[in-house]
């Protein structure tokens, strides 16, 4: 086993969060996890050790955050990785999804994963030391029709870990923002993944797509066990990526983006550099 170390992990009481605490148990680590029911997820876990801390955190609540997280190091003494997992998405065009829903999606997305950090780096900080994983999404680098106010949240899951990596890198703590493409996890249920029920007959490429997606649960290319290992092992690397993308889905989607971003740039060079003095 490599160097035992503390994991703080939100959302971990199924899908990439439940296999993250179960292979990290396995290989001997200690793991504080997060959900909105411990003792659901202690049953989804399904042991009992002195290695696990199981917790009911509201993420939306700062206050909630740090208790867990003082929990977490009175408990096993450090802090070592966190790993902001807990996700929520929404489909909908903007003028289908309401406020509550789009508040309800960037509580869990956004604000949820920046209470986790703000409230984890005074103890990394002082350490010197720590890793902190921020799971976005593919949709995060490029969305698709259908998915507007889950793609602002995972992209601002990715500004917000560019940034982040450059501030905290003089303090010794390293920064990875993941975004994996379709994996075969519960994320397509209707537990993770909702549709607004505000429904306009006009967006009709918006309900295909959602249509589409309905559909592909269990059907996923993705391995989650493989990701989760791959995850777990980037945080032995000394230098670990910034960005890590999951999945030949992911990959491709993303070259896709960085060729269409390069061609509208060029195109527009002139232009775009005219308005200087």
């Not at 996700?87 to 289908?96: L, R």
């Amino acid at each position: 086993m490599d160097k035992q170390q503390v994991w703080f992990i939100t959302g971990a009481s199924k899908g990439l969060g439940l296999s993250f605490v179960k292979q990290l148990l396995q290989a001997g680590h200690m793991v504080a996890a997060t959900s909105r029911n411990a003792q659901d997820l202690a049953n989804s876990v399904g042991t009992s050790s002195s290695q696990f801390l199981p917790l009911r955190v509201n993420l939306a609540d700062e206050n909630s955050v740090a208790q867990a997280l003082e929990q977490t190091v009175k408990t096993f003494g450090r802090l070592d990785v966190v790993v902001n997992n807990a996700g929520y998405g929404i489909g909908g065009s903007v003028e289908e999804v309401t406020d509550a829903e789009v508040r309800q999606a960037f509580d869990v997305n956004v604000f949820g994963t920046i209470n986790v950090i703000r409230k984890a780096l005074p103890y990394l900080r002082k350490q010197r030391s720590g890793h902190i994983i921020n799971i976005s999404s593919i949709a995060g680098i490029t969305g698709g029709t259908g998915w507007s106010i889950y793609t602002a949240a995972k992209h601002a899951i990715v500004g917000l870990s560019e940034v982040l990596a450059a501030d905290v890198q003089e303090l010794g703590i390293k920064v990875t923002v993941v975004a994996p493409g379709a994996f075969r996890t519960s994320f397509l249920t209707p537990e993770s993944l909702a549709i607004t029920d505000n429904y306009i007959e006009d967006y009709t490429a918006v309900h295909a797509t959602h249509d589409k997606f309905r559909k592909m649960d269990g059907q996923q290319a993705g391995d989650p066990e493989k990701a989760v290992a791959e995850m777990i092992r980037i945080t032995t690397l000394p230098n670990p990526p910034l960005y890590f993308l999951l999945g030949t889905d992911a990959y491709n989607r993303a070259m896709n983006k960085l060729e269409i971003l390069g061609k509208e740039y060029k195109a527009w060079e002139a232009v775009t550099k005219s308005t200087d003095y």
